[in-house]
């Protein structure tokens, strides 16, 4: 198939399933920015290899991103991309008085802090809601990884979700590292 | 309570992805790229050979990221080319990392920064012009472990000293703070969580949460790791400094300006960087700029001398955050 074909059918294809994919890179990433470029970057090997795929390639897609994210992908950006905002174009800063923490930043800002390897196992159980098998299999290593990792992760995630308790309500702000 | 965190985890997962949409182009960005990566690995595969028969640094020529296009006597090198000696330059054990680093940054507009225990935070919003924090440019010195921040705020008055000593798990942090004639030093992140100072003017807006629980890393790696984040374009030469820099643009960014990193030929080091901090309010909403010019010097008495944190005469000492 030519390159512009492939193109094409990929397009059909996004406008369908395209919004799922980006909300499991998204997470997987940990910002919408760098989600987008986590599904382009799947996007590119899917293009890649698009003779030898058959069938949908939204398998292969996410077993992609999945393989990307855990090996600690590149392109996270951990130190600068976690100040892009993901509030919306039309939301104004509250005039004298703090804003309140927005929760698609909290949460985000959250799954930013656990190692690629446990943000992708906690995504693969509970937000794709996938067998601790399938997880191992979507991330290429073992189901005892998988239970390691979820286990780690999420202990992880209760320790700093306890510690915003103690903040001052409603503060968050960030660091440059 | 596991039980909880799972509930909080779905809900807002759920919440923080709702919403979302594929930016238009992307199937065809993914495309162009993988057919451009394709032909530039190809050609870098060709310039490598070439650079080492010549034995010199390599000459950027070109306005495109496309493969190079040879001819002349000048050797044309393609972004992945340029990019990857940049990398092999910033590499912390390549002999151009015993050098020291100095940076004048520039940050528009000005926002809130103070310091803490291994890092600084930083919170943008209303600049506040009255605020106390108030940072509009910084000078800065890194060698090794060693790191130094002077902030100063839009009347060139000094705001804070900031240096961080010692790698590992322990850091030394010293900071002065000349607004109320301080200084502290701790060692780690200290007895206690810093509490974190209200850095900005009347409103801050909410940024997301850094990892307080790691120091503030390396400028060269912060420039890695936007090499690594973004794909690259060459902009062509300007002068930077004295030197006819490479100018590497960042290519696909949603920030109203993409970020650029300008790079001496000669040696393949940064000696200036565009980046956005942050955005707020999507593509067309306000950006905070930051660009940070650098010069690279040998670690002679005098360079290094600047990396201390000279606490000044009569200042009391605090503790820490």
Redesign the interface.
Same mark, same amino acid.
């Given at each position: 198939m030519k390159?512009?074909r492939?193109?094409a059918e990929?397009?059909k294809f996004?406008a369908v399933r395209?919004?799922a994919?980006?909300?499991t890179a998204?997470?997987l990433a940990g910002?919408?920015?760098?989600?987008?470029?986590l599904?382009?970057?799947a996007?590119?090997r899917?293009? !890649?290899h698009w003779r030898s795929i058959e069938g949908s390639p939204e398998g292969y897609l996410r077993r992609t991103m999945y393989h990307l994210a855990a090996d600690g992908w590149?392109?996270?950006?951990?130190?600068?991309?976690?100040?892009?905002?993901l509030?919306?174009? @039309?939301? #104004?800063?509250?005039?004298? !008085?703090? #804003?309140?923490?927005?929760?698609?930043? #909290?949460?985000?800002?959250?799954?930013?802090?656990l190692p690629a390897r446990q943000r992708a196992a906690?995504?693969a159980r509970?937000?794709e809601q996938l067998t601790e098998a399938e997880a191992a299999q979507a991330l290429g290593c073992s189901v005892g990884t998988v239970k390691s990792a979820t286990s780690r992760g999420?202990a992880r995630? !209760?320790e700093l979700?306890e510690?915003w308790n103690?903040?001052?309500r409603?503060?968050?702000?960030?660091?440059?590292? | 309570?596991?039980g909880d965190? =799972?509930q *909080?985890?779905?809900e807002?997962?759920d919440?923080?992805?709702?919403g *979302?949409?594929?930016?238009e182009g992307?199937?065809? =960005?993914?495309?162009r790229?993988?057919?451009q990566?394709?032909q530039a690995t190809r050609a870098v595969t060709a310039a490598g050979t070439a650079t080492v028969m010549a034995g010199t640094a390599a000459v950027v020529a070109g306005v495109t990221g496309a493969p190079g296009h040879h001819g002349g006597t000048g050797q044309v090198q393609t972004v992945a080319y340029v990019v990857s000696r940049v990398e092999r330059a910033l590499a912390p054990h390549s002999s151009q990392s015993r050098l020291v680093s100095r940076m004048q940054a520039r940050y528009s507009p000005a926002f809130g920064e103070a310091p803490?225990p291994?890092?600084?935070?930083?919170?943008?919003?209303?600049p506040g012009s009255n605020s106390p924090w108030q940072v509009s440019t910084e000078a800065g010195w890194e060698y090794h472990g060693l790191r130094r921040q002077t902030a100063f705020n839009r009347a060139g008055q000094p705001v804070f000293d900031f240096g961080l000593s010692g790698t590992g798990r322990a850091p030394v942090t010293t900071a002065v703070i000349y607004r109320d004639r301080t200084w502290w030093r701790v060692r780690g992140m200290g007895p206690t969580?810093p509490k974190?100072p209200?850095?900005g003017g009347? #409103?801050?807006?909410?940024?997301?949460?850094? @990892?307080?629980r790691?120091?503030?890393?390396p400028w060269r790696?912060?420039i890695l790791?936007?090499l690594?984040?973004h794909r690259f374009r060459i902009a062509g030469h300007q002068q930077v400094d004295g030197v006819n820099a490479v100018k590497l643009v960042a290519v696909g960014k949603?920030a109203p300006e993409p970020d650029a990193i300008w790079v001496n030929p000669a040696t393949f080091l940064p000696v200036r960087t565009l980046?956005?901090?942050?955005?707020?309010?999507?593509?067309?909403?306000r950006a905070?700029r930051e660009q940070i010019d650098f010069q690279w010097l040998k670690p002679t008495r005098a360079s290094l001398a600047h990396l201390g944190v000279p606490i000044p005469v009569g200042y009391t000492r605090v503790p820490a955050p």
């Open positions: 390159p512009d492939a193109t990929l397009e996004l395209g919004e994919l980006l909300r998204t997470l910002e919408a920015g760098s989600g987008e470029d599904l382009q970057a996007l590119e899917l293009l !890649r590149r392109r996270q950006a951990a130190w600068r991309r976690p100040l892009r905002l509030q919306a174009a @039309n939301r #104004a800063p509250a005039p004298d !008085r703090m #804003a309140e923490v927005d929760l698609r930043d #909290a949460m985000l800002g959250l799954l930013r802090q906690i995504v509970y937000w999420l995630l !209760r979700s510690s103690d903040e001052p409603g503060v968050k702000e960030a660091t440059r590292s | 309570m596991t965190i =799972e *909080l985890l779905r807002g997962m919440r923080a992805t709702r *979302l949409r594929v930016p992307l199937a065809r =960005e993914a495309a790229r993988a057919r990566r394709q803490l291994e890092s600084t935070v930083i919170a943008l919003g209303p969580p974190m209200h850095t009347t #409103a801050i807006t909410i940024l997301g949460i850094g @990892n307080m790691h120091p503030a890393p790696l912060v790791k936007d690594a984040s949603t980046s956005t901090l942050a955005l707020i309010g999507g593509r067309h909403g905070w």
